[in-house]
């Protein structure tokens, strides 16, 4: 099942990758027309250093979790910290629209690979760690560096890795979710943290309710 869920990531990868990829191609086409019809706004030359960073960080953020390929620096250099004229400022702010319109399919998939890694990382795996890559959709790593099986997991780690998959990423907002008797494969001491990683999942999608019958005390 856990190898599945890795596939099913990977295929939401590939596709807010597709659909990227349709808009750059859209209005790379239409850019010199946009160009043209907005060559007479006026625009401060702080507002686009500021916007330039806030998505150079966007990127570096995504290329962290594996979902967009690694580029040379976002940020033309020469424009960072100078005062642009008029053309410039034209091009740079349509370029960073554009920019930003590019990665919007990555946005909610970010959200979620976010809170499923920490959830993972923070608080349930030892002596090793979860890596997101858009050519396995997730594997874990040893601290020494070593690639595990996902086979090798114990079965309690599988488990909750595919309750928080199923729950991060399959579930739909505004869903009521049933959890039965979670602690079947948990340890005691995972227990309290499971009720606090759904809290977290809940607030990030939304259910209406979750309803988790269980025997434990």
């Known amino acids: 099942a856990i190898e ?23 209005l790379d086409s239409t850019f010199p027309a946009r160009l043209f019809d907005s060559i007479n706004e006026n625009i401060s030359s702080t507002s686009i250093n500021d916007r330039l960073i806030g998505i150079q960080r966007k990127r570096e953020l995504f290329m962290k979790f594996g979902i967009i390929k690694s580029e040379d620096t976002f940020i033309p ?10 053309e410039y400022s034209t091009v740079l702010n349509l370029y960073i629209s554009d920019a930003l319109e590019k990665l919007s399919p990555y946005e909610e998939l970010f959200e979620k690979i976010n809170l499923f890694v920490n959830l993972l990382n923070e608080k349930m795996l030892a002596f090793k760690e ?3 890559s858009n050519e396995h959709g997730f594997y874990f790593q040893s601290d020494n560096g070593e690639r595990i099986s996902l086979s090798n ?18 579930a739909k907002q505004n869903s009521v979710i049933l959890i039965d008797e979670p602690e079947i494969s948990l340890h005691v001491a995972w227990q309290k943290e499971f009720l606090d990683s759904i809290a977290r999942i809940q607030k990030l999608n939304e259910f209406s309710k979750i309803i988790i019958a269980t025997h434990s005390p």
Do not use: C, M, W
């Open 4 to 26: 599945s869920q890795a596939n099913f990531l990977l295929e939401l990868i590939k596709r807010a990758a597709e659909e990227s990829a349709q808009i750059s191609q859209r």
């Open 77 to 86: 250099r020469k424009f960072s910290n100078a005062t642009l004229g008029k």
């Open 153 to 170: 997991l114990s079965s309690g780690e599988q488990n909750q890795i595919v309750i928080y998959f199923d729950l991060i990423f399959k």
């Open 130 to 132: 979860i890596k997101i």
